[in-house]
């Protein structure tokens, strides 16, 4: 085993969780012998790696609780539950705070940075510099531990070091913190561990380590975070939040500099990712032969371009990725949830589809102008759940000849790099698929099988097009993107156009991002009078703000953002209480498959679902803890 290769391990398992947050076992001998040399060592790093959260595993992604999916009932993760108000602090779901079966305690995660940056000093076979660099590490990831703790329940306490066993229980029995001493302790470790971090980790057998590209790229999202109304000022919401002194844990007074720090540190991350050699990605290779008719297009061009930023392994657009994904021989991996299959193979034991993208989701992407389909005069609007033969002029959209949906023609890039629909098209297996999703067709619901698109929407994006669904070890595993360069550049765009308004720097941001999704650029797409309805948008704060939180909605689609970036807008009621769309795919003919109909529910309750509950249990253990409102 190499051991510069991330692994789990187990080590640490000497180490069982206590009752308190910060408290070390007294495992004093055993501390020592991990620490001795660098290769036993190595294994004490490896383990403060090993929980971050597995967001390409179905049970464990984010993404699941958000409004962008749907399954059948019999197919439900906790993240759906969670979205149809069945989170519970008896027994809480996605419990970042206690940990469940699939995920570590992150305050467990915590304490082993903290065991790490102790100790590593004690090694006699390691330079100082080295040590330096993996305390650095060790300090970013107990930071983002505590990033993702904030961003699930709030204002938490601050775990900078662990207490002895013999600490008083006044001292184990810690309090939350309020937003900004958080806030101001993540920056802050973050700072601290940039220092001695590597510009860019490129080594082969060292990708997803922390180097100061990902630590700077984080600290962006937290400073963004932390400048968004769900953070800042909410007095709305959390008045009476308040500590046994009194003390808010909210601040109360909206504050704008917050936009302006957020701004300088996404330049920041955005400079030093460009100076070394992240960039947008570009797909250079030559299609496959299944593209050969289709070379020379752009188009073509730009659903790769699309498709491999993601996908692709530790390429040039991800800043940082999960170097422990969930292993293509492990059967929730989501992949194979997203997998439609292909009844000609000899097994179909790896494609479940039946993790379905929303009618919603669908209405989101822009048309082929660059404008929402309800902003663009070019496009039926009213018309757009009407069914309509494809055209010659649209047959890299759908098959030529066929009956589709007007929602499904005439849209932007990512639509048809995201999302696939009946009669469209889909690239997996190896090859190009011609997508007939009605009842009884190839894609479609197989007599009464519960392994169905439910809302006749199939998730595209997170499968690699090499990857087969007859085995899971045939199933291509990628780095899960935590961050990508994309991000930054729309993080920058919202601070700019908080801070300060409209400006070209907004713009310019927002057009990077744009360009790469090949539509036109803000100026030309709202400036237009001939196809923009509300023209000139762009030019004013609040209507560029609609238009940065549409294309990060866009452009972040899928990747477990989308349920974060809507409660920190504070707009998660808005959206998350609405019921959910799609075809009705228990039809088999054009015009009984093409009718609107409810396929799930949505509850959420405010303020009380805008964070996790505590725990019961963990609340009992310390009564200092004070539990977050409406639980």
């Known amino acids: ?83 149809k108000g069945q989170q519970s602090a008896s027994n809480p779901k996605f419990g970042l705070w206690s940990g469940w079966s699939d995920q570590g305690s992150l305050w467990e995660g915590i304490r082993h940075c903290n065991v790490l940056i102790e100790n590593i000093y004690n090694v006699i076979d390691m330079t100082e510099d080295e040590m330096n660099v993996w305390a650095a590490e060790a300090k970013f990831l107990k930071a983002y531990y505590h ?53 860019r980790v490129l080594s082969s057998n060292d990708l997803g380590r922390i180097d100061q590209v990902i630590a700077k790229s984080i600290k962006s999202r937290v400073l963004t975070y932390a400048a968004s109304p769900l953070f800042n000022g909410n007095n709305e919401l959390y008045s009476g939040f308040v500590n046994d002194e009194g003390i808010h844990f909210f601040n109360q007074s909206y ?24 960039s947008l990605y570009d797909f250079n290779s030559t299609p496959p032969n299944f593209e050969d008719d289709y070379q020379d297009e752009l188009f073509i061009q730009t659903l790769y371009d699309l498709k491999y930023s993601v996908v692709d392994k530790w390429n040039s657009e991800l800043i940082w990725g999960n170097s422990n994904p969930v292993r293509n021989n492990d059967w929730w991996q989501m992949q194979a949830a997203c997998m439609m299959k292909d009844p000609n193979a000899s097994s179909v034991e790896a494609a479940w589809q039946w993790i379905a993208p929303t009618l919603r989701m669908a209405e989101l992407f822009y048309t082929q102008n660059g404008l929402p389909i309800d902003e663009d005069l070019s496009y039926e609007y009213q018309d757009r759940y009407s069914v309509t033969p494809v055209t010659a002029s649209q047959n890299l959209q759908a098959q030529y000849g066929s009956f589709t949906a007007k929602l499904n023609l005439d849209r932007e890039p990512r639509f048809y790099s995201t999302l696939g629909f009946d009669r469209g098209y889909n690239r997996t297996w190896g090859n190009l698929w011609q997508l007939r999703m009605k009842k009884g067709e190839t894609h479609g619901r197989i ?151 409810q396929v799930g529910v949505r509850s959420f309750n405010s303020p009380r679902d805008y964070f996790h509950p505590i725990s019961i249990n963990e609340i009992t253990i310390n009564p200092n803890l004070i539990q977050n409102p409406g639980w």
């Open 255 to 278: 504050d704008q500099n917050k936009w302006d720090i957020a701004r300088l540190a996404s330049l920041d991350a955005i400079n030093t990712a460009l100076e070394n050699g992240v």
């Open 147 to 199: 990033f993702l703790l904030f961003t699930y329940y709030g204002p938490i306490p601050i775990v900078d070091e662990n207490l002895p066993i013999s600490a008083s229980d006044d001292e184990v029995r810690v309090k939350r913190r309020t937003v900004d001493e958080v806030i101001n302790y993540i920056s802050g470790t973050i700072d601290e561990a940039i220092i001695h971090l590597p510009p």
């Open 1 to 83: 085993m190499n051991k510069r290769i991330l692994i789990i391990c187990l080590f640490f398992g000497m180490f069982s969780c206590d009752e308190y947050l910060d408290i070390v076992p007294d495992q004093t001998q055993q501390i020592d012998l991990l620490f001795e040399r660098e290769e036993v060592a190595y294994t004490a790093l490896a383990t403060c790696y090993a929980y971050l959260p597995k967001n390409d595993g179905v049970y464990t992604s984010f993404m699941m609780m958000s409004d962008e999916v749907t399954t059948p009932i019999s197919k439900e993760t906790d993240g759906i539950r969670i979205m």
């Open 447 to 597: 007599a009464n099988s519960d392994d169905y698109l439910i809302s006749g929407y199939a998730l595209k994006k997170l499968v690699h097009p090499d990857s087969e669904g007859d085995s899971y070890s045939k199933i291509v595993t990628y780095a899960w993107p935590i961050i990508r360069l994309s991000e930054l550049y729309l993080n920058y765009a919202e601070a700019v156009n908080e801070y300060s308004g409209p400006s070209s720097d907004a713009y310019n941001a927002l057009n990077v991002v744009r360009q790469r999704a090949g539509i036109q650029s803000i100026e030309s797409a709202w400036g237009d009078a001939s196809i923009s309805v509300n023209l000139n948008k762009h030019t004013t704060q609040e209507g560029l703000r609609e238009i940065i939180r549409q294309e990060r909605l866009i452009e972040l689609s899928f990747e477990g953002n989308r349920y974060n970036d809507l409660r920190r807008w504070k707009l998660a009621e808005a959206y998350f209480n609405l019921p959910v769309y799609g075809w009705s795919v228990n039809e088999t003919t054009i015009s009984n498959y093409y009718n609107i109909t």
